[in-house]
């Protein structure tokens, strides 16, 4: 289990860093190209804070609650039960983990994150492999979480037992 979560961690985190380099490569020297008129263009976007610009020049406090993050992700994925019903919340856990690592990586080597898809149909901002990542496995976590994954019942005991 533990080996095939840090395979695919790693493949996750090697497609995103792969993407990065290819926006470092090509997208940065023109900053943006059209892929689908009035949809989606590639625009080269040096982020140095989090989601929406938040935090934005606060290097060391991103990557110490990052840190924490990661940290909380492995800790429950080692307490989680091994049952076929929590495979799911795994995989979600993954996702939110290897995009997490990879934004992380780029705060460490480059001091911002490479951001580069844009959608042009309406106001948004630029986002990376990454952040898909985090954002599919937070939306899966939390319909696992709200709809699929039901609490054992409780048993009571009856009054008069002691």
């Given at each position: ?26 997208l ?109 496995g ?6 696992l ?18």
């Amino acid at each position: 289990m533990w080996i095939i979560a840090i395979i695919a961690a790693a493949v996750l985190v090697g497609i995103d860093q792969l993407t990065k380099y290819l926006a470092l490569v090509n997208l940065k020297p023109i900053g943006s190209t059209t892929v689908v008129d009035g949809f989606l263009d590639l625009t080269f976007v040096e982020n140095r804070g989090v989601a929406f610009g938040m935090f934005s020049g606060k290097k060391w406090f991103i990557l110490l609650l990052t840190l924490c993050i990661v940290a909380f992700l492995v800790y429950y994925f080692v307490k989680m039960p091994r049952t076929k019903e929590y495979q799911w919340v795994r995989c979600a856990m993954v996702l939110v983990l290897a995009g997490a690592v990879g934004n992380m990586i780029d705060r460490v080597c480059r001091g911002y994150v490479v951001d580069f898809f844009e959608f042009t149909f309406f106001s948004w901002p630029v986002f990376n492999v990454a952040d898909i990542y985090v954002v599919v496995g937070v939306i899966v976590l939390a319909a696992l979480i709200l709809f699929v994954i039901k609490e054992e019942p409780k048993l009571e005991k009856k009054k008069d037992e002691k």
